[in-house]
């Protein structure tokens, strides 16, 4: 998802958004299944993707897998008793996963032109540009992030995981009668 949004003077406002479903972590989580599933097949395996707890077993070396490919080039996946007695042994490089997730980087940057366009800002006008969410540790989407912002340099500064919760936890502490926080008034974009 990208959001345009206005801080001004304790308010804040947002422009525009525009997301698309199919560009995610669990989007990527699921094309990772996939191969991981081709290479059990390849090994005699029946089709893991075809129960419950040989699937999650799939998604949790997908997850690792990702998570490992954010910061190093290759990584080991392995997981044991997948479906049967077959065990996951494999290797996988980020250069791979870029490959496989490259229908996704093509759609970054028709979601972020979206944005921009139903806010009403160009790109060279806005201040900072900051990513959170667990992908944007992900170097191929900050890559498309940037591309699609015209090169900007992006801003980390906020925990990309927690950053939706703090979000939350802020506004519900402004509607409490218990708390007594400054409001910040927040209007949203409506298409």
């Known amino acids: 998802m990208v959001a345009i949004a206005r801080y001004h003077e304790g308010s804040v406002s947002i422009l525009g958004e525009a ?3 199919s560009i995610g972590g669990r989007n990527m989580d699921q094309l990772l299944m996939g191969e991981f599933a081709k290479e059990l097949v390849k090994q005699g395996a029946p089709d893991p993707l075809g129960g ?16 490992t490919l954010s910061a190093n080039a290759d990584s080991r996946v392995s997981a044991e008793c997948v479906v049967e007695d077959y065990d996951l042994s ?20 028709s979601v972020v032109e979206e944005a921009l366009t139903r806010s009403g800002v160009a790109a060279e006008d806005l201040s900072c540009v900051e990513i959170v969410g667990g992908v944007s540790r992900i170097p ?34 402004m509607m409490s009668r218990h708390f007594r926080l400054e409001m910040i008034p927040l209007t949203d974009y409506s298409h």
């Open 19 to 21: 997301y698309d479903r």
């Open 90 to 109: 494999c290797g996988f490089t980020r250069d791979m996963f870029e490959q496989l997730c490259a229908p996704m980087e093509a759609k970054v940057a």
């Open 140 to 173: 191929w989407v900050q890559r498309a992030i940037k591309a699609a912002f015209g090169g900007r340099e992006l801003s980390t500064t906020l925990n990309a995981d927690e950053s939706v919760a703090r979000g939350c936890a802020w506004q519900a502490c």
């Open 52 to 67: 419950a707890k040989s699937r999650l077993k799939l998604e949790e070396a997908a997850t690792r897998t990702k998570k």
